[in-house]
């Protein structure tokens, strides 16, 4: 997210596509000139989130409320993620890309990464969202990261933890002395975390204008994105899988063997809609990158451009991420990474947006088991509302929900039975649970 006011699915065997109408499953494949396969989208009456017949919202927390700890519900709700505590309870770890010149409302007392003037905290951070798993009943909400700047996405672990990313670089020579830390670094929550966590930079994951992170759960890789119009697509692989902590080796992707340098398209096709490239990876240094110059040294030992990485999702096998203003049209992309061994990696450009009023600034994404996407739309156009966008396995776009707010949709995710997607509407802050009939 490029912008200041700018700002996934965490199911076990649930499938967004394919979702049921008038008691059977409607076909998806070819194009969609019969229309969506959800049906078409109701006005809401409320006028916050259109759906389409038989789905319904409910608003599980809003801007200001009370929190168990003291504080209020802070604003600028972005990426979020949803685990199963056990016991019938969930968690939502939610993201607040909050900047120090925001009101982040009450802190309680606890550890912070970095404070202004090195006493009051800087106001991004997270948020957890303690529920009742059958009833959704908010049963605690509290601070769980505090001291960061600009949380704008991340990723869920299959550890049960959650990956919060700064899509922030300042330094503290920037800042002249008002801070303490140099930002644009990774920080782990535990799902299970209580209250605000003692904050821990991996920055062996790199110092960069972080985005989002997805783990391939068979090697324990993490990849990341860089919301930058020059960025790379980067991996982290941990010295011990799954203890991110114990560092690891960061690596950004090129296509040498196809001889691509760019995937933005802007300039004529550099990659066709289903053309397939084999990735190789560049072994990274000086990670910490005081200069912000990760992305250059790597365009400059051939690393692939992309446009604004951003939402990255694993699936079963395969990776998708979104690059939120690449195309001819500059409306989006999305790219399939399928991982393989050694240099075998298959990187491919799923889907181009031809035109905004089909899809326009994909950012958070998720995919479902069947090979359904999910994208949340993050365009700031004054005549563009921003929508949940369905993504077929053909390519197939289509509309799944429409946000009534001039703001963006941000962090869908679902609860492990599938019945419940949560998704926020980024400023002022309000986290939705949708519930509806798709397949259990």
């Known amino acids: 997210m490029i912008t200041d006011r700018r700002r996934f699915l965490a199911a076990t065997g649930v499938a967004f596509g394919g979702l049921l109408i008038g008691g059977q499953a409607r076909a998806t494949t070819g194009p969609m000139a019969q229309g969506s396969p959800v049906g078409p989208l109701r006005p809401d009456p409320e006028g916050v989130l259109d759906l389409p017949q038989g789905f319904s919202y409910r608003v599980i927390s809003r801007l200001g409320d009370a929190m168990s700890d003291g504080g209020t519900v802070p604003d600028r709700a972005d990426g979020m993620g949803c685990f199963d505590l056990g016991a019938g309870k969930l968690a939502l770890v939610r993201n607040h890309e909050l900047q120090p010149q925001h009101d982040g409302g009450e802190i309680p007392d606890g550890p912070a990464f970095d404070r202004i003037d090195h006493g009051v905290s800087l106001p991004g951070g997270t948020t957890t969202l303690v529920l009742d798993a059958a009833t959704l009943e908010v049963e605690r909400e509290y601070r769980s990261l505090a001291g960061t700047i600009r949380n704008c996405a991340g990723g869920i672990t299959p550890w049960n933890s959650w990956l919060t990313c700064e899509e922030n670089t300042t330094t503290m020579d920037q800042a002249g002395g008002r801070l303490s830390q140099d930002h644009g670094w990774i920080f782990e929550i535990p799902a299970a975390a209580p209250g605000l966590v003692e904050p821990r930079p991996l920055t062996a994951m790199g110092r960069f204008n972080h985005e989002a992170a997805c783990v391939d759960p068979r090697s324990g890789i993490v990849y990341l994105t860089e919301d930058r119009e020059d960025s790379v697509l980067y991996r982290f692989i941990p010295n011990a899988p799954g203890e991110l902590h114990r560092g690891g080796k960061l690596q950004a992707m090129a296509l040498f ?184």
């Open 257 to 440: 063997m196809d001889g691509i340098t760019d995937t933005r398209n802007w300039n004529g096709a550099n990659m066709a809609v289903g053309q397939t490239a084999r990735a190789s990876w560049i072994d990274m240094d000086i990670v910490e990158a005081p200069d912000d110059d990760l992305r250059h040294r790597a365009a400059a030992r051939g690393a692939a451009l992309i446009a604004r990485g951003e939402g990255i999702w694993m699936g079963d096998g395969e990776m998708y991420l979104t690059a939120t203003s690449g195309g001819a049209a500059n409306e989006g992309q999305i790219f399939r990474l399928r991982p393989g061994r050694g240099d075998a990696d298959a990187f491919s450009l799923f889907y181009e947006s031809p035109a905004e009023a089909e899809y326009s600034f994909g950012d958070n994404i998720v995919v479902g088991p069947n090979g359904h996407l999910v994208v949340c739309e993050d365009s700031y156009k004054d005549h563009v509302e921003n929508h949940l966008r369905g993504i077929t396995p053909t390519g197939e776009a289509y509309a799944l929900a429409l946000l009534n707010m001039q703001t963006e949709l941000a962090g869908a995710c679902f609860s492990p039975d599938g019945r419940t997607m949560f998704v926020n509407a980024y400023s002022p802050t309000m986290t939705l649970a949708i519930t509806g009939p798709w397949p259990t």
